[in-house]
């Protein structure tokens, strides 16, 4: 199994920037399909990036397309997501979470989840 760490949240202005980390643990997160979500308070969590095991990959949310940029470095066993020009609608706790690379029946299915890291953007 992998445990995994997500740092780098804290308050910012609207238009601002933060970069969120994830560090895995247990074993190494190139065996791993990676994912941000997020979750705003009275809201379902909510698919924000993903990335493929090689960085080859990657796909958004139409929300954060343009805005939102995940990577991953397996060496240093570390997933991040740099967020730029952030909106006040940004506001959620982030979530990094790891799906084995075999699909399920409904696709990857995400089994291990950080502990989350508040992002709050003012405006």
């Known amino acids: 199994q992998v445990q995994l760490v997500e740092s780098g949240g804290g308050l910012v202005q609207a238009g601002g920037s933060l970069r969120l980390s994830c560090v895995g643990s247990g074993r190494t997160l190139s065996s791993y399909h990676m994912g941000w979500f997020r979750q705003a308070p009275g809201k379902e969590r909510e698919f924000v990036a993903a990335?493929?095991?090689?960085?080859?990959?990657?796909s958004y949310a139409d929300s954060v397309k343009g805005r939102f940029t995940i990577s991953r470095d397996n060496a240093k066993n570390t997933v991040y997501l740099q967020m730029n020009s952030l909106k006040p609608e940004d506001t959620a706790v982030y979530y990094c979470?790891?799906?084995?690379?075999?699909?399920?029946?409904?696709?990857?299915?995400?089994?291990?989840w950080g502990q989350g890291t508040q992002v709050t953007v003012s405006s």
């Open positions: 990335i493929s095991w090689s960085g080859a990959t990657t």
């Open positions: 979470a790891a799906a084995e690379l075999r699909l399920g029946a409904r696709g990857y299915e995400y089994n291990y």
